[in-house]
Each structure stands twice: as C-alpha cells, then as structure tokens.
C-alpha cells in the first residue's frame, strides 16, 4: 500500500528485538530504499539460539530446579499444570505439549500423561523430547512469520 507522505527513498527501518533480525537483512535487500536502520534492544545471539533456550532450556531448568521437588529427574504432571510460572513459560498447560498427534492435525493428550492421575515425567527423555519438537514447530513458525514480514516490507 503507497502513501504519498512518504518518500520511499528515505525509508528508516525499526527493528526491536526479534525485529533487530529483520531490520538489517531488509536494508540490505533493498540499498535503495532504506536510508537508515534502527535497531533497539537487539539480541545477542543468533534466532535459533535464542528461540531454543526459550522453548527448550529455559523450561528444562524451571523444571529441573522448581518441579522436581523430589530431585529424582522427574516431575509430577498434576503439579506442572497448577504451576502458573512453568505454564507461562511453556505457553499453556503442560498436556497441550504431551499429546499424540493424530494424521487429521486432532491433538491427544497420551493417556499415560492424564493429569488426573498423579503421573510422572522424566525430565531429561521425555520433557526434553516433547520440548524439542515443540521447539522446532515454533523455530518454523517464527521464520515464516519473519519471510512474510520481509515480503510486505518489500512490496
């Protein structure tokens, strides 16, 4: 969409944070366009880094040095859903991670996994593994976001 007030030749490009990815590579693109770039509270690691302590790490610890009260490298389902820390920091509840996905795109939680019952998780094999392929779908979902964001700037 153009607008007449502005000059399309003297662009500033803001990027914050995650933005501070995106500003650089659409000046770079577009050397006629973008007269200056911003870039506000930029990150000092690469996407992937950042985004794998987000989903991965970061959850990993909280479980390992507040959920696992027992400090067995387990950590009780029932009480991982009442944790509003540990679900802020997942994105939800904990059952939305240990699920089955069905070939209709239906998500399941595991039966083994029914936060009704008092079960337990293993940490370090199956916490890490259900966070890792979280991790992956959100790493798809942020460099399609970012390809989109990219496009429009450019159009």
Known sequence: ????????????????????????????????????????????????????????????????EVLDINHNGSLSIQEASKDVTFQSIIGGNISLILTDNLPNGIKLLKPEYNPNKNAYINIDTELKTSFNREGKIILLTVVIIIINIIIRIIR
Not at 46 to 56: G, K, P, R, T, W
């Open 1 to 64: 969409m153009q607008q007449p007030e502005v000059n399309i030749n003297k662009i500033t490009v803001l990027g914050h944070s995650e933005g501070t990815v995106i500003a650089p590579r659409v000046a770079i693109d577009n050397p006629s366009k973008v007269k200056n770039i911003v870039l506000m509270d930029a990150l000092a690691q690469n996407m992937s880094e950042i985004l794998d302590f987000q989903a991965v790490s970061l959850p990993l610890l909280y479980s390992k």
